[in-house]
């Protein structure tokens, strides 16, 4: 079966529109601050980051915190509990996405790699499937 070729309104290929900058605000208060720490490493992360619109996720860790509702930036959840990294995805323009899923609640939700993000848990993400695989790994090599 012949694969389409992936449009976006008005006709371009490839990439869809660029993402829009959003006010997010980051403290208790409701004050913008610069940067915020990490809830899985403790690290100072800046809010400023390379690829996206906002940044979601620790670039070191890539832990982040249940704080998102339903559009990403938004801030509108109360859950407040610790994402974790689950695994990768990768979309269909080669853009790759963290999907998270929170400690506290289950939901599970997906975050587009940063620029700086630290390649090494992103390959140890995108290779934990090879090291403890479902199926035996002599099945995966008489495909």
Not at 14 to 39: I, N, S
Request: charged share 25%; net charge positive; glycine share 12%.
């Amino acid at each position: 079966m012949p694969r389409r070729a992936s449009t976006t309104k008005g006709g371009r290929r490839g990439g869809g529109r660029p993402q829009r900058r959003k006010d997010v605000l980051h403290g208790r208060g409701g004050e913008r601050g610069d940067a915020f720490r990490c809830v899985g490493c403790r690290l100072d992360v800046p809010l400023i980051a390379p690829g996206t619109a906002h940044r979601n996720h620790c670039p070191h860790c890539l832990a982040s915190l249940h704080v998102d509702g339903r559009t990403p930036g938004d801030r509108a959840s109360r859950c407040r509990g610790r994402m974790d990294p689950l695994s990768l995805s990768v979309r269909a323009d080669g853009e790759w996405l963290v999907i998270h899923q929170c400690g506290a609640c289950g939901e599970l939700s997906a975050n587009r790699i940063a620029g700086d993000d630290n390649p090494l848990p992103l390959l140890r993400l995108a290779t934990r499937p090879l090291t403890a695989p479902p199926t035996p790994l002599r099945a995966l090599l008489s495909l």
